[in-house]
């Protein structure tokens, strides 16, 4: 993209080329970068999912490439956003500078330059100017076309927001005259038909002391809270005796009624401060004046917004680790009762059950704060999962809903980098994705989304039972087995290998079993202890498809769900989780039925007690679900962004 410059006054219509500067005299030529001693280049503007294989592909077309890192976060793991590349000539390096810079790789354009080890000529500024009022249609590979013919570049960039030009840039050249040519040459002209200021970079630090020194320069005062008969004549007799004024006024609308605020401005600061330090706050007419340096609105909002920031850190710092969060609180709990029950572990502060604003129900969550740490860890530690009422209650830190957030992008982060190292097969046991739960299927029955999952085969033991003394005919050696004594698994239906031939049958009546005596009260043989309905055979404790035994067994038998802290108490530890995603799964994936295994496992991290209450709550598990949904859209959006 050619990038044209001409005077701003108009005077000359005819538009110049920047490399034409080179043949005016006065600046220099060479517009090369000057390669330092090591072969190491700086790679920048990376798209968040480029590797190092990437940039080896692209990077090694040019000459051997000696070593490729893309500098990740030291937690997440996720890229900076850029890389360095390092080879073992020179001259490549050269050449990569000179033909992939600027080169689109994943839909952006990466920007290369040299790599300085040594941040001093970044820090010092020298050589470093700042352009504004860039065309949007200027992007970085144009900005450096047009200042290179000035001198060697060691950077230059155009600032963006989400690939949208914010209309100012940076270019670092390698010495002050260049700089300085280019400042002369470039400040005022029209590039792509906008008038550009080109200037020598200020840091933020040096920005800051001048806009405090010309904040204590002031001479325009802003006068509020003015009674409405105060007319200009009134305001200008009030702070005329302060000092010479250059204009006083009141504001009014458009009837002339007064609306309450003024400007007056003095020709020397120091009378304009003497005003302000005089009549702020003194009562004139009944009303309270405010005097204040005169800010514009875009100060006034940056200001208003620190103050916020600060109040709001103050908050938190106050709070932070003594106020705490409950719910699954019974509707007939109040403000007093939640006070007796947690005041026993310390001092409170407050303790609030939150309610409908319109029908004053309780919404079964509020909030308790101690007056230190250690008391809010007690009482976590003691109440937590404590039965109040009729429900166990969870007792936890209270969080912000953005750190809630953030800490779930952060968990589906680590979730997707898992799955990125994990093998491309199914571990046994395991869903085929780390993080989603999947419930279990019988071999060959599609699950309800309709995928086909085939289970591992195990061997069936044998039906023949030997008789002491006898051998049964499926028995074989250790030594007959090849593999080293293991026998093969075979497919169910196939033939084993190394059968022993079939027996002939016996001629004559077949015998009759043994019979078993009945126990006393127990059911009749071959009857289901559950009733009739599901045939007359019983399960035994090896039958694939008996139902599982214990509380969630009755209650599946009963048809009733039956699950509640005291049978999930019950249950082995690992058995828990497993036992509340079987739960959880169906209600969910009538909710969300594209991501409910994925949903599923997210859920599963929350503590046991939570997971009760999202049982119990169908509005609870609504929200919760809404939350992990919006979660999870937001990351395959990026993930979409980045593909």
Not at 56 to 73: H, K, Q, T, W, Y
Request: charged share 20%; glycine share 8%; proline share 8%.
């Amino acid at each position: 993209m050619a990038t044209t410059a001409v005077p701003a006054n108009g005077v000359s219509q005819t538009q110049m080329d920047p490399m034409s500067y080179q043949n005016q005299g006065g600046v220099p030529q060479g517009i090369a970068q000057i390669p330092p001693a090591s072969a190491s280049l700086y790679v920048g503007e990376l798209e968040s999912s480029v590797t190092e294989a990437m940039l080896f592909e692209l990077f090694n077309m040019i000459g051997p490439v000696a070593s490729i890192r893309v500098c990740r976060d030291a937690v997440t793991r996720r890229s900076l956003g850029y890389a360095y590349v390092n080879y073992h000539n020179v001259s490549d390096g050269e050449k990569a500078l000179e033909t992939l810079n600027y080169s689109n790789l994943k839909g952006k354009s990466i920007r290369i330059m040299w790599s300085q080890r040594d941040p001093a000529l970044r820090k010092s500024g020298s050589g470093n100017i700042f352009i504004k009022n860039l065309d949007p249609t200027i992007d970085n590979k144009a900005l450096h076309d047009t200042f290179a013919a000035f001198g060697p570049i060691l950077s230059c960039k155009v600032v963006t927001d989400e690939g949208a030009s914010k209309g100012y840039g940076y270019v670092h050249f390698e010495s002050q005259e260049s700089a300085d040519n280019a400042i002369k040459h470039v400040n005022g002209m029209l590039l792509n038909d906008s008038i550009v200021y080109v200037g020598h970079h200020v840091s933020k630090k040096e920005r800051a002391s001048k806009i405090e020194e010309i904040k204590s320069k002031f001479t325009n005062i802003y006068i509020k809270n003015l009674s409405e008969d105060v007319s200009d004549e009134k305001l200008n007799e009030i702070f005329g005796v302060f000092g010479e004024m250059v204009s006083c006024v009141v504001q009014r609308d458009e009837n002339g009624k007064s609306r309450g605020f003024g400007f007056v401005n003095y020709v020397n600061s120091e009378d304009a401060q003497l005003a302000v330090a005089e009549m702020h706050e003194k009562e004139i007419d009944g009303k309270q004046l405010f005097v204040a340096r005169a800010q514009k609105k875009g100060e006034r909002e940056e200001e208003l917004r620190k103050q916020y920031e600060k109040i709001r850190e103050e908050k938190m710092n106050k709070y932070q680790g003594v106020n705490l969060y409950v719910k699954n609180l019974d509707d007939s709990i109040d403000d007093e009762r939640l006070r007796q029950e947690f005041g026993v572990y310390g001092t409170i502060t407050s303790a609030k059950i939150m309610r409908d604003e319109k029908t004053d129900i309780s919404k079964g969550f509020g909030f308790v704060c101690f007056s230190s740490p250690d008391e809010a860890t007690r009482a976590v530690t003691g109440l937590n999962g404590k039965m109040l009422v009729s429900k166990p209650i969870y007792v936890a830190l209270a969080q912000r809903k953005d750190v809630r957030r953030a800490q779930l992008a952060t968990q589906m982060q680590q979730r997707s980098q898992l799955r990125m190292q994990q093998p491309s097969g199914p571990i046994p046991g395991v869903g085929p994705y780390p993080g989603v739960y999947m419930p279990q299927q019988f071999p060959g029955q599609p699950n309800r989304s309709g995928v086909f999952f085939q289970q591992p085969i195990v061997p069936r033991p044998p039906r023949y039972v030997p008789q002491p003394g006898q051998q049964s005919p499926q028995q074989l050696q250790p030594g007959n087995f090849p593999n080293g004594g293991q026998p093969i698994p075979q497919p169910y239906g196939s033939v084993p290998l190394n059968r022993p031939p079939r027996q002939p049958r016996p001629s004559g009546p077949p015998t009759r079993p043994p019979t078993v005596p009945a126990q006393i009260g127990g059911p009749p043989t071959g009857v289901s202890p559950a009733g009739r309905g599901r045939g007359s055979f019983k399960y035994t404790p090896n039958v694939r498809n008996a139902p599982p035994s214990g509380p969630m067994g009755a209650g599946i038998m009963s048809g009733k769900p039956t699950l509640n802290a005291a049978s999930l108490a019950a249950l082995p530890p690992d058995q828990q989780k497993r036992t509340l995603g079987e739960s959880l799964f169906p209600l969910i994936q009538a909710q969300a039925p594209q991501l409910a295994g994925k949903v599923t496992g997210m859920l599963l991290e929350m503590d046991n007690i939570e997971l009760l209450h999202l049982l119990e709550s169908p509005e609870a598990l609504a929200q919760k679900v809404a939350e992990a949904v919006a979660v999870l859209e937001e990351h395959l959006r990026q993930q979409e962004a980045q593909e």
